[in-house]
């Protein structure tokens, strides 16, 4: 399946910082990741955001776990890092860094791949929401 070139945009959204590490909004990582309180699930704890707020190094980055659907389309699969986006978005923060790594059904079909190799791909192609939504 052809990105079109709207998709393609965005994709320039994404910078890789080094190895498996990119570059972007919080606002992005929000908008990749499965929404706060989708279908009952938990709603962003604002205590943690504002004492993760005060911190100025996180002990790791946001993560997102990548797959491809059934189009060979790079999707978000699981995420880690929602309440950090928060913060950083509190604390005036305009990019964060992004750890994306290989999902474990894709890494175990494709154990070539690293997760450098599917950052640039991310850079080079985009990726579609953990829904499945171009963002």
């Keep these: ?23 972007m909004s919080p606002q992005q990582f929000l908008a990749l990741a499965m929404p706060f309180g989708h279908q009952g699930g938990p709603k962003a704890d604002m205590d943690k955001v504002h004492k993760l707020a005060q911190i100025k190094k996180w002990e790791s980055n946001p993560m997102l776990s990548v797959k491809e659907n059934e189009e060979g389309v790079l999707q978000v699969g699981l995420h880690d890092g929602r309440h950090r986006a928060l913060a950083a978005i509190e604390r005036g923060d305009h ?11 894709y890494a175990r079909e494709h154990p ?9 791909r991310v ?3 985009g990726l579609l929401s953990e829904l499945g939504e171009k963002v």
């Design 1 to 23: 399946m052809k990105l079109n070139a709207a998709f393609r945009l965005l994709a320039a959204a994404y910078k890789i910082v080094s190895g498996n590490t990119v570059e």
């Design 95 to 105: 990019l964060i860094h992004v750890d994306i790594v290989r999902g474990r059904k």
């Design 112 to 120: 070539e791949t690293t997760d450098t190799e599917m950052a640039e």
């Design 123 to 125: 850079v080079k192609d």
